[in-house]
């Protein structure tokens, strides 16, 4: 049977209004489906399992107090012994020096203002003489740079230099007896006390703890640095002096002051430089209160090698080495790898932990940066870059056309 006009019309105006469609659905699906971007694949990160930890065993001498600690370590490592405050001796002087470089600091290779001793000078020499006391000789209208005053006062422990030195500094011992209190608390010493600069008052006191951030500020000055490392020097006026610390350049040892009196035994605040695979670690330690020099030096080497035992060098990455995975919806896979070797050297006891910052991906070629590794060993931070070991490639028309649903 013929169609009708009517017919033949309806047909003619779903025929157009399809093509239309089609035509409508060509122009924007095409487009949107080859030309969107892709969705972000998000990383599929690898667990981390952080080297074991475990207290090594430190044995301690059974007189006095002692500890160690290590530069870029916080606190004390481990300690034996008093806990309370002692007397310190003529590990005093290192504060005296710290102290004096703050109202006349020094640089590197600096002698500094001329000092000239008078009177008082030659009262503070008379007065340790007759004290037994360990004094180096002056006169009146002697003069010496700041520099060599501290080099006799660090090296030879002259009771009588270190009063020159912080009476020239502050004008007066109570002036620096003032000065010195402010110092240690402004350096969070808070179980220090100086009442005077050479160390010969049982008053003067520390902690086990304290000593061994002094020492740490010690050593970070480069001026009191270099003179407890140093031997031995030819001093002007004076001639040869000796560092009286007999462990200087045994085992690493490089510093820091001795100190000897009836109330406070023998003592040491000393710095070794001890090396743990890569890296270097310097080692800050303390002995107070022993019978005699000759026993604590023993009584240290034989800590040291106790504590240089403690001591390990973890390898963090190796270089394209796998921290997380992507995997694409058309299929390509890539890995986020290490771009480099690193490793730290850790006390035994302290714990690592990783946290990784790796980014998301649309498209990128191998190579191109996802992101870093960021460990953490007590003050330790180390950070690595990560990139991607492959390319993840534009999943192409095809794939594009037939999964929509997985573009947007």
Request: aromatic fraction near 6%.
């Amino acid at each position: 049977m013929p169609l009708t006009r009517s017919q033949v019309y309806r047909r003619r105006r779903i025929a157009v209004g399809g093509g239309a469609i089609v035509a409508l659905a060509t122009a924007f699906y095409l487009p949107l489906t080859l030309l969107a971007p892709v969705q972000q694949t998000a990383a599929v990160v690898e667990s981390y399992e952080p080297p074991a930890v475990a207290q090594p065993a430190v044995i301690f001498p059974e007189y006095g107090a002692s500890g160690v600690g290590a530069v870029g370590y916080p606190g004390v490592l481990a300690s034996g012994g008093a806990t309370e405050a002692l007397p310190i001796a003529s590990i005093s002087k290192v504060i005296t020096a710290l102290v004096v470089l703050d109202a006349h600091p020094l640089a590197l290779g600096d002698a500094g203002p001329d000092i000239t001793f008078g009177d008082a000078d030659q009262a503070f020499y008379d007065a340790q003489l007759a004290d037994g006391g360990v004094v180096e000789a002056v006169y009146p209208g002697m003069v010496m740079t700041q520099r060599d005053v501290m080099n006799v006062m660090l090296l030879e422990s002259a009771n009588n230099y270190a009063e020159s030195l912080a009476a020239w500094a502050y004008g007066s011992e109570g002036a620096f007896v003032a000065a010195a209190t402010t110092w240690l608390a402004d350096h969070g010493l808070t179980s220090t006390a100086i009442d005077e600069p050479t160390g010969v008052s049982p008053s003067n006191r520390s902690s086990v703890a304290d000593l061994i951030q002094l020492g740490k500020l010690a050593l970070a000055d480069p001026v009191v640095a270099e003179i407890v490392s140093t031997a031995s020097m030819e001093v002007p006026e004076i001639g040869l002096i000796e560092n009286r610390n007999e462990l200087l350049g045994i085992d690493g040892i490089d510093g820091i002051k001795t100190g000897t009196l009836d109330e406070a035994g023998s003592c040491l605040l000393f710095a070794q430089d001890h090396v743990v695979g890569s890296h270097t670690i310097t080692i800050v330690g303390v002995v107070l209160g022993g019978p005699d020099h000759d026993t604590i030096d023993a009584a240290i080497q034989s800590l040291l090698a106790e504590v240089n035992a403690g001591f390990r060098e973890v390898q963090l990455t190796t270089a394209g080495e796998e921290f997380a995975t992507y995997e694409t919806p058309w299929g390509d896979a890539a890995s986020a790898v290490a771009t480099q070797d690193s490793s730290v050297a850790l006390w035994s006891a302290t714990p690592v932990t990783l946290e990784a910052r790796i980014d998301p991906l649309h498209l990128a070629d191998a190579g191109a940066a996802v992101g870093e590794l960021v460990f953490t060993a007590g003050m330790h931070t180390v950070t690595v870059p990560l990139a991607l070991s492959a390319t993840i490639d534009d999943p192409g028309p095809w794939w594009r056309l037939t999964n929509p649903g997985k573009l947007f």
